[in-house]
């Protein structure tokens, strides 16, 4: 599990890395012998893991060399490790990603997963019980909400960019917000009644976090039963957000660049078994992705911050 307090102890020796980083082909592995890379904690832990283990083991084989699977503590942790240079290959979430570039952070994306539906990006949604009396936003003043992280996209950053344009400061709306600190813990709050709505992460009706976890059978009724689709009602959908890229250094060799980017944009021809446990089978492929396609989420977060400091 990556911390950020581990990095300050491994940040000189990653420095020391990259600053010998080879401009021959033929050299880079002496000064990479191993790679490592950071993923957000969008799920819980274990799921994690499951999902990224064998994308750390393919792009082993692909690239050459070892590389380490780091399931971050928290979304800020992958920023911290990319610009300590201890991360040589970072998943972020879009909004991590722009607060990383924003403070920065030299990383560039170079691939983003394109879903069933075609498109490449994804949703932010507000849920409620269907049980529940809330039948709108309105209805939820002064209750309590469960966020994500204070980095995530869906989880934060979109429905306060999102809310606000519809008159709806979070802030001051809801009673009361709580980080739950992943995707999973958010829906786990609404759906055990610690919190009266969540936000989350939605690509389409039968693709989103909460249909991931649905078919793990890990959401429960109070009786014990299982709960279904059916029990969740959305109440808001934010605009369309690019979905979360895989990043390099920008401090890495051109050519070892090149073997990251191939090897991830190859991945669903190379290895589609592997490739299909990043998403249920749910994607398509990883495909190419520019940092300029992430200048709307950055222009998002800057936003955000400036609204904070004038509440």
């Not at 075609?118 to 949604?125: E, I």
């Not at 990043?278 to 492929?285: N, R, V």
């Amino acid at each position: 599990m990556l911390s950020r307090r581990m990095l300050l102890g491994l940040a000189a020796a990653a420095f020391t890395a990259v600053a010998q980083g080879p401009a021959h082909a033929q050299d880079w592995k002496a000064s990479y012998p191993e790679l490592t890379l950071a993923v957000i904690p969008a799920e819980n832990a274990s799921t994690t893991v499951d999902r990224y283990q064998p994308l750390a083991d393919y792009l082993a084989k692909q690239v050459g060399v070892p590389v380490k699977l780091n399931v971050a503590s928290d979304y800020a942790a992958v920023i911290e490790a990319q610009r300590a240079g201890f991360a040589q290959i970072a998943y972020y979430g879009p909004a991590s990603y722009a607060r990383a570039v924003i403070t920065g952070v030299a990383t560039e994306p170079v691939a983003v997963a394109r879903h069933s539906n075609g498109l490449t990006g994804y949703y932010s949604v507000l849920y409620v019980k269907a049980e529940s009396p809330y039948k709108s936003i309105a209805d939820l003043k002064g209750k309590k909400l469960a966020l994500v992280d204070p980095n995530s996209t869906s989880g934060n950053n979109a429905p306060r960019f999102y809310l606000h344009q519809q008159g709806y400061e979070v802030d001051s709306f809801f009673g009361s917000t709580v980080y739950a600190g992943s995707h999973d813990n958010a829906v786990l709050a609404l759906a055990q009644g610690t919190a009266d709505a969540a936000v989350n992460a939605w690509n389409s009706e039968d693709d989103s976090n909460l249909t991931r976890m649905l078919s793990r059978n890990i959401l429960k009724n109070d009786d014990g039963s299982v709960m279904k689709k059916s029990d969740f009602r959305i109440l808001f959908k934010s605009g369309f957000l690019p979905e979360g890229p895989y990043a390099v250094l920008s401090s890495l060799p051109g050519d070892l660049k090149q073997k990251i980017t191939a090897a991830l944009t190859q991945m669903s021809k190379n290895d589609k078994v592997d490739f299909d446990k990043l998403s249920d089978g749910k994607d398509l492929e990883l495909a190419p992705i520019t940092a300029k396609d992430y200048q709307g989420i950055i222009d998002m977060v800057k936003f955000n911050d400036a609204q904070r400091r004038t509440q």
